[in-house]
């Protein structure tokens, strides 16, 4: 069977100040002439659909993910959050993007089990374990699991991103979750710092970074918006993007009510893609969301290169 440690980032040393970034290298001073094609793209939204669109077709011409950008994807224990970033790393891999998850919550084999069984939702295929030789073999240099279970420095974070970067391809990067990080809950500016940091490595590197992170005690009943995210402004303010995933758990709920929602609660982007709002989702066995109840589920592992629109 295909081992699932040819997916890993070694347990070689690393020399980790190597990877950290000089903050004179973030700094940048530009003269307006320079910037005169750029300035008119903007304003005639050229560009505008660079990036990968989310997985939903609805959601094609609204949301796109792009590098040098910073992603939050929060949510309630138990609603979905990982389960969404991880079917978006099998999406970006089929795109043809490199994508590191650094998951201080659970291990690589753990991770690996839900995306494998994501993608390929086709039950009959998984009869034998021929299936997760395919679908590791077909990641395998495409996606790279940082192994580690607990605690990580905000610094050491940074390093692991710019290593994953460099080292690896990666144009991609998950870190899951911020709470692992040991910056204390009530420590507004030490997130306020660490987040900021990430802004700049995304943008410096070329990389998206994706940060899964958690929401305060709130009625579960209730969809949670921006407001609701632990860190609060500190956070939110200074991600390009932010998307809340919340399920459904009311006991008398219809066969028909999706099962949850995907809530884009912040989308910084060139018009059109500036949209905010609430999209119908619901789960298949299979673990992925889908869109509407009877859709089916996408075969990652078949899905054709699409390329990267720089």
Known sequence: MGSVTKLLIQDTPIDWDRYVLDDADLERFVDPSTLV?????VLH?????EGIPLLWDSLSDKVR?????LAIWAGINHHGKTAAVKQLCLQLTAAG???CIASLEETPEETMADMTRMAIPDIDVRESDDWIDLVCARLSSKLWLYNQTRMMTPQRILALIAYAAKEKGCTHFVLDSLMRTGIQQDDGEGQRVFVNQLTNYAATLGIGIHVVHHIVKVDETQVP????IRGGGAIVDQADQCFIVWRETKENKL?????GLLVVAKNRGIRPLNWI????????ES???IRQKFDQPIDFIGLPNHGYSR
């Open 37 to 41: 094609t750029r300035i008119s793209d």
């Open 65 to 69: 993910i792009r590098r040098g950008k």
């Open 97 to 99: 993007e490199r994508v």
């Open 287 to 289: 673990g992925q969301f």
């Open 45 to 49: 939204c050229r560009g505008a659909r």
């Open 225 to 228: 918006g921006r407001h609701s």
């Open 277 to 284: 709002g609430k999209i119908q989702l619901h789960m298949h």
């Open 255 to 259: 066969s028909t009510d999706p099962d």
